[in-house]
């Protein structure tokens, strides 16, 4: 069992900057791929950028060279996989995701869910 937290989230204006955090719990957690992924409102939930356990990266294609996911496993400490959001655009507004599943994949299929944190972009 994996639990995930996230947070982060906010109001920025487009070309802005966030990072979100999401924040894992549980003694497998280095086993695991980790994702962010994305539900606008009125929208299907689409796969943003993930990483795997010998931290390969993958992005989407509406985020690459703007977005950096990165993971830090520790023994003794939190274990935390971030997601920089730069040259931020509106249509980025959603809530974001942090999920997990054993296999690094581009696909909205993952095992375990945070609760999500909101990101705004406005004009």
């Known amino acids: 069992q994996v639990q995930l937290v996230e947070s982060g989230g906010g109001l920025v204006q487009a070309g802005g900057s966030l990072r979100l955090s999401c924040v894992a719990s549980g003694r497998t957690f280095s086993s695991y791929a980790i994702a962010w992924l994305r539900q606008a409102r009125g929208k299907e939930r689409e796969f943003v950028a993930a990483i795997s356990r010998s931290y390969d990266s993958i992005y989407a294609d509406s985020v690459k060279g703007r977005f950096t996911i990165s993971r830090y496993n520790a023994q003794n400490a939190q274990n935390t996989v971030y997601l920089q959001l730069n040259s931020l655009k509106p249509e980025d507004t959603a809530v974001y995701y942090c999920?997990?599943?054993?296999?690094?994949?581009?696909?909205?299929?993952?095992?375990?869910w945070g609760q999500g944190t909101q990101v705004t972009v406005s004009l």
């Open positions: 999920a997990a599943r054993p296999a690094l994949a581009i696909t909205t299929r993952w095992d375990f």
